[in-house]
């Protein structure tokens, strides 16, 4: 579950970010850490603290390489076009006028993108709700610890408890119509207060 507070965004690093777009393109440690110029154990390092951030592995190690789940995956889709379309005349234009790194990251990337990052959060929230094929395997189904919503609805099929089956699918279908709600009314924020 993602619970993501203001106060909590704005300890983000953003060259975290950078990060896991090289761990995207490259589904290799050794090798995003070439293509950023950085060592393996800051790569890893910085993914440690993404999962942190986001509470999700974001990356699975496979003999294939490193495959995103489906977090890190709805995640990159949010975030694409709003990494892609940041200009680098406004970030070259805040250096010109005496901003450091710190202050240009703050107070002109990090606006652009705030609406974006929370979106990409939320919407994979709202998948990760009905997820049930890959996590059935990760949650032990242990009651009241592990144990994950759509494992219960399954388990309540099979017993033949279609009522039970039927409150908790409701409140994960509510859960999700809030959820895609707020991700409107942050998409209207962002529309209004960036354009």
Request: aromatic content about 8%.
């Amino acid at each position: 579950m993602i619970d993501i507070d203001e106060a909590d965004f704005h300890r983000l690093d953003l060259n975290l970010l950078l990060v896991f777009t090289a761990l995207l393109r490259e589904r290799s440690v050794t090798r995003a850490a070439q293509r950023l110029h950085l060592g393996q154990p800051a790569v890893s390092a910085a993914l440690s603290r993404l999962r942190a951030f986001t509470g999700d592995e974001l990356f699975v190690r496979t003999p294939g390489g490193m495959e995103p789940t489906a977090h890190a995956l709805a995640l990159a889709e949010s975030l694409k076009p709003v990494l892609e379309g940041l200009e680098t005349d406004v970030e070259e234009a805040a250096a010109c006028l005496g901003a450091n790194r710190f202050q240009t990251v703050l107070r002109v990337t990090l606006p652009s993108i705030f609406p974006a990052i929370i979106t990409g959060f939320a919407l994979a929230f709202a998948r990760s709700l009905g997820e049930y094929g890959s996590v059935v395997f990760i949650s032990g189904n242990m009651p009241f610890k592990t144990e994950i919503a759509p494992v219960l609805v399954v388990a309540r099929l099979e017993e033949f408890a279609y009522a039970e089956a039927a409150a908790v699918a409701v409140v994960l279908l509510g859960i999700s119509f809030v959820t895609l709600f707020v991700i409107n009314l942050i998409e209207r924020w962002a529309s209004r207060y960036h354009g």
